[in-house]
């Protein structure tokens, strides 16, 4: 079982697609695995299309944020804000399977919706910091590991995967999703704010310095206060690049390349964590072996992406053909599937 958090410290980059694709594809790959979405972005748009896209998935989203008992990743929350330094053991309360909302999705797919409430408990998990024992930030940083380790036990720990959807700023479930995470993945889009958010991640999850008398982030001195583990950097993404011939067209080819040089230079020169993969593998000793490994491309398959998205239906569910998003016709051609289609698929076979 692995933790992936998915998290580039900039919005637009496509992650929440990303993670609807990447779990509906994991669990068609794998149907003997449970496979688990969080979905820490208030914005819940990874729970939006899990649930059934633009339209179904929202009114699903509004039944469920709209009963008695919240049955999402606020409800967790508001239990962990009562009980702030003892677990309450009711992570597995949480969880919904998807495909009782979405026959698109496989049906071992789970997910602990997402919240727009989480924004006005912001506040009150930042004050649970403070007080109470010495070690208030550390088991406050705990309570995401606190909700996958109760959904694990409930599972009986059988093997599973889980991903993690980041509130795209670096905000406390940001921090809380990444002390979870054993591994992550920093979706990127092919733009000069791109390489500056990029350079953000390091920085504020693994201490790099753009000039040696920044400041280090409380999060990095915090955790190494108490001896957490940081999530190694398992390979980052450009996410729907647009292509020509095969690779990216020359003005995304450069941007790609400069985040590239960006990454690479982190590996050369520091102690910063990456994740050696597949299992066994040889650790890379130049450039090239580094991008195969860390560097990995996801097509931009224009119309069919919007329409995969907008229905909540994975990339390699979706069919060629007339289709209606929001009462308007589209069409999705054969081509368009065939840029990205396989891109996930390869992408997912990556995924340990």
């Known amino acids: 079982m692995a933790i992936y958090a998915i998290w580039n410290n900039k919005g637009g980059v496509g992650k929440s697609y990303l993670t609807f694709q990447l ?42 944020h709209g ?90 720990n059988e093997d599973s995967c889980i991903f993690i959807d980041c509130n795209p700023s670096f905000s406390i479930y940001t921090e809380l999703a990444l002390t979870a995470a054993e591994r992550l993945l920093i979706p990127f889009s092919a733009d000069g704010s791109s390489k500056r958010a990029v350079k953000a991640v390091l920085s504020l999850v693994y201490g790099q310095r753009r000039h040696p008398n920044d400041t280090q982030s409380d999060f990095y001195n915090e955790s190494n206060r108490y001896n957490m583990s940081l999530p190694e950097i398992y390979m980052y993404i450009g996410n729907r690049l647009t292509q020509m011939n095969n690779s990216s067209a020359s003005a995304f080819k450069t941007v790609v390349e400069e985040i590239s040089d960006e990454i690479y230079s982190v590996w050369q020169s520091t102690n910063t964590p990456f994740c050696i993969h597949p299992s066994g593998a040889t650790r890379p000793n130049n450039k090239r072996a580094f991008k195969s490994m860390f560097q990995f491309e996801v097509n931009d398959a224009n119309t069919a992406s919007v329409v995969s998205g907008a229905l909540g239906i994975p990339i390699n569910v979706l069919t060629a053909g007339p289709k209606i998003v929001a009462g308007k016709p589209q069409t999705v051609n054969q081509s368009q599937l065939d840029k990205q289609a396989p891109n996930l698929q390869e992408l997912v076979q990556r995924i340990e």
Do not use: F
């Not at 994991?26 to 449970?34: D, F, L, S, T, V």
């Not at 088991?139 to 590991?145: A, D, E, N, S, Y």
């Open 23 to 64: 779990a509906s594809e994991y669990a068609r790959q794998h149907p003997n695995k449970r496979v688990l979405v969080v979905d820490l972005c208030p914005q819940a748009n990874s729970s939006s299309m899990l649930l059934g896209g633009m339209i179904d998935g929202e009114s699903r989203l509004n039944d469920i």
């Open 67 to 156: 009963r008695q008992q919240r049955l999402t990743i606020s409800g967790y929350i508001d239990d962990r804000i009562r009980s702030p330094y003892v677990p309450t053991k009711s992570g597995a309360s949480y969880i919904t399977q998807v495909s009782q909302y979405n026959s698109k999705i496989p049906n071992n797919v789970y997910l602990v919706v997402g919240d727009e409430k989480l924004e006005l408990q912001s506040s009150q998990v930042s004050r649970a910091t403070l007080p109470g024992p010495p070690d208030a930030w550390r088991t406050v940083h705990l309570w995401i590991t606190d909700l996958i380790s109760d959904i694990k036990h409930s599972w009986n």
